[in-house]
C-alpha cells in the first residue's frame, strides 16, 4: 500500500485547513488509517484514526471537537479537517494504514504497516 499525504500549508489560526491522504496500489478497505504529527524536537504523537470499515473514529485529546477524520470510499481517500487550529498543531502529518489493528492500539504508532511521506502544516497565530 502506498500512500499519499497531502494538503498541508500555511493557515492563520481559527482558520480551516484539508489533509487528504490517498492510497495506491490497494484499497482502505480492511485496513485503519490513522494520521500522525512530529513537531521538531517532539516525538510523533496521534492525531487521529478510523477504520475502514464501520467509520470508528478515534481522537487525541487535543484535537477532539477541532479536528475531524473521514473517509470517501470512491476516491480510496482518507481526509483530516482541521478547524479552528492553534499554532500548538503546527507539524508534519503523516497518514498511516494498518490491517488488523484492536480498537486498543488504533493510538500507536507501531500497530501501523504503511507509512505516507508526511505533510508539513505551519498554524500562524
Known amino acids: 500500500v502506498q500512500l499519499q499525504a497531502s494538503g498541508g500549508g500555511l493557515v492563520q489560526a481559527g482558520g480551516s485547513l484539508r489533509l487528504s491522504c490517498a492510497a495506491s496500489?490497494?484499497?482502505?478497505?480492511?485496513?485503519?488509517v490513522g494520521w500522525f504529527r512530529q513537531a521538531p524536537g517532539n516525538e510523533r504523537e496521534f492525531v487521529a484514526a478510523i477504520r475502514w470499515s464501520g467509520g470508528t473514529t478515534v481522537y487525541a485529546d487535543s484535537v477532539k471537537g477541532r479536528f475531524t477524520i473521514s473517509r470517501d470510499n470512491a476516491k480510496n481517500t482518507v481526509y483530516l479537517q482541521m478547524n479552528s487550529p492553534k499554532p500548538d498543531d503546527t507539524a508534519v502529518y503523516y497518514c498511516?494504514?494498518?490491517?488488523?489493528?484492536?480498537?486498543?492500539?488504533?493510538?500507536?504508532?507501531?500497530?501501523?504497516?504503511?507509512w505516507g511521506q508526511g505533510t508539513k502544516v505551519t498554524v500562524s497565530s
Open positions: 496500489g490497494h484499497t482502505f478497505r480492511g485496513y485503519a
Open positions: 498511516a494504514a494498518g490491517s488488523r489493528i484492536i480498537h486498543s492500539s488504533l493510538a500507536e504508532f507501531s500497530a501501523y504497516d504503511y
